[in-house]
């Protein structure tokens, strides 16, 4: 009897005997993880170097590149605290910024002036220059034209980056990763279009205008952006980014454009919209004048509250 019950001991003991490890499992474990960092490396560098061939001219020299400002040590300095060093707003400061900083490559890009909506190395300069009013994105002009260009083409290479992640992360969904066709596709998607061509006989701000613009706008904007530019549409109530974060148009009488109130400016806005927003294109439905008029109008809304301003404090 006895001698029953210790060998049901016995042949019960490995099921409570804690699960150990081989040496040969133990050493797959501790280099399957660093293969992958390998690989990601790899991958990530063949990202890059595809990049630079596709963006940077034929006549860039290695020597030319090298007696170029660090784009990636000025990002690192000047926007990492908000975009995060990878690009994808992960910065000490992007929690309590409103709206948050861009993640690039993940989310589109909002203000170019190409027809795809992917920005020029100008467009990109632009907003690192002027910054995004209305936003926490500040102006960065006081550092050289250079290394503004040299930021902006570090951002590039964040976006396809960022690009190549999502779209990887999709293709293995659909069990199709093949890299060498998602690089092929991520770069194809950044590469900028034609830049629209802003006429140089737009009308002139007269009354005429405004009131043709005003017109316009009442058929066409102020269900988003309110009968005066107040951003209080009907259509207003629950809009929201692509990226499913709130949205409200802009107040178009406060004078105050993220993309820059210069009217050529205003014009690709109006006739391109704004990618990932809920402000559409308009130049296929509008004639270059109708859209010259529109921003007669809206400039004319800010001219107005400022004149306004101005009365009130000689008053």
């Not at 069990?175 to 066709?181: I, L, Y």
């Amino acid at each position: 009897m006895g001698q029953e019950i210790a060998t049901q001991t016995t042949v019960s003991e490995p099921a409570s005997t804690p699960w150990k490890v081989g040496p040969w499992r133990a050493g797959f474990l501790i280099v399957l993880p660093l293969l992958a960092l390998f690989y990601v490396v790899v991958a990530a560098r063949g990202v890059r170097e595809r990049a630079d061939r596709m963006y940077l001219p034929a006549t860039v020299t290695a020597e030319t590149v090298a007696s170029e400002p660090n784009g990636a040590a000025l990002y690192a300095q000047n926007c990492s605290r908000c975009h995060g060093i990878r690009g994808n707003a992960d910065g000490v400061t992007s929690p309590v910024l409103d709206p948050w900083a861009r993640r690039f490559g993940e989310e589109k890009f909002q203000f170019a002036s190409t027809t795809n909506g992917i920005p020029t190395d100008d467009d990109l300069t632009y907003i690192i220059s002027h910054g995004i009013p209305g936003t926490a994105m500040p102006p960065f002009d006081h550092l050289a034209a250079k290394e503004r260009l040299a930021i902006a083409r570090h951002v590039r290479l964040l976006a396809v980056s960022g690009l190549y992640a999502k779209l990887y992360k999709k293709a293995e969904a659909d069990d199709d990763p093949d890299p060498s066709k998602i690089h092929r596709k991520t770069i194809e998607q950044l590469l900028p279009g034609p830049v629209l061509e802003v006429p140089s006989n737009l009308p002139a701000a007269t009354p005429d205008s405004i009131a043709r613009g005003r017109a316009i706008f009442t058929k066409n904007c102020a269900t988003c952006h309110g009968p005066g530019g107040a951003g209080d549409g009907p259509d207003v109530k629950g809009m929201t980014l692509d990226n499913g974060r709130p949205s409200k148009p802009r107040d178009l009488a406060r004078g105050i454009f993220k993309g820059g109130g210069e009217p050529n400016r205003l014009y690709c806005r109006i006739a391109l919209g704004i990618p990932g927003t809920k402000m559409p294109a308009t130049v296929a439905a509008f004639k270059p004048s109708q859209i010259g008029d529109l921003v007669n109008f809206v400039l004319s809304l800010s001219a107005k509250n400022r004149e306004a301003e101005k009365v009130a404090s000689a008053n």
